[in-house]
């Protein structure tokens, strides 16, 4: 059973236009969530890490949300870029200092010109 | 380096062979992590080095997976008699010193190598 659900799976939007991916996990306990962007053929490279206390966290025309009590984050993507077009993958760390991330299966994001 | 590099970037093998990935870490970094990327799927744990102590080896899928790091520096993963599920990206990430906690955990992952088993 995976315990870190994304959606949409895939995703199709025009450059200019802002998107919003979303994330659910039920991994618990929890210390920390973390959104990566992987471009086709390369590793994973991380945009944003959360903990529990934190509800939301920036980076450039990425702002990552999360909702611990829910279990919920999404990432949001503002003035989307060509270079955007990537999978975005949610990882969770199950508890404070554990090196086992759990990985989601990522949304694939297309931004066409 | 500048990052983790791997090689070979893609591999194909015809079923029954032998392979071996190499992960190049990034210099100074303690914590080596091998993950294994099905087609779609998210990255799955396979194992964790420190130094050259592999101290955790519970996602290996098969007595086939064997990983080294006898330096505390390369990696090499190896993979006895492929098997067509055996077919994946194989990720490599390094971190500082995962022990230290805060940002020296931060995982930084190299490219990966596809491997083909026909």
């Known amino acids: 059973k995976n315990q870190v659900e994304q959606s949409p799976q895939s995703l199709i939007i025009l450059e200019g236009k802002n998107c919003t991916l979303q994330?659910?996990?039920?991994?618990?306990?929890?210390?920390?969530l973390r959104w990566y962007k992987q471009d086709t053929g390369r590793g994973p490279v991380s945009l944003t890490i959360?903990?529990?206390?934190?509800n939301t966290k920036s980076n450039g025309r990425y702002t990552a949300t999360l909702d611990a009590d829910t279990k919920q984050s999404s990432l949001h993507i503002t003035a989307s870029q060509l270079s955007d077009s990537a999978s975005y993958i949610c990882v969770v760390s199950a508890q404070l200092g554990t090196y086992k991330y759990i990985f989601g299966t990522g949304t694939r994001l297309k931004v066409l010109a | 380096g500048a990052g983790v590099s791997q090689s070979p970037r893609y591999k194909v093998a015809k079923r029954g062979q032998d392979v071996a990935l190499r992960c190049d870490p990034i210099?100074?970094?303690?914590?080596l992590f091998w993950y294994q990327q099905a087609l779609g799927q998210g990255p799955e744990f396979l194992t964790y080095?420190?130094?050259?102590?592999?101290?955790?080896k519970s996602g290996l899928p098969s007595d086939r997976f064997f990983a080294e790091r006898p330096e505390g520096s390369v990696s090499t993963l190896k993979i006895q008699r492929t098997q067509q599920e055996d077919s994946a990206v194989y990720l490599c990430?390094?971190?500082?010193?995962?022990?230290?906690?805060?940002?020296?955990?931060?995982?930084?992952f190299g490219p990966g190598t596809r491997l083909t088993v026909l």
């Open positions: 959360m903990t529990f206390s934190e």
């Open positions: 990430a390094s971190s500082l010193d995962f022990r230290a906690g805060g940002s020296y955990n931060e995982q930084f």
């Open positions: 994330c659910n996990y039920t991994v618990s306990p929890f210390s920390n």
């Open positions: 080095f420190q130094n050259e102590a592999q101290l955790d």
């Open positions: 210099s100074g970094h303690v914590s």
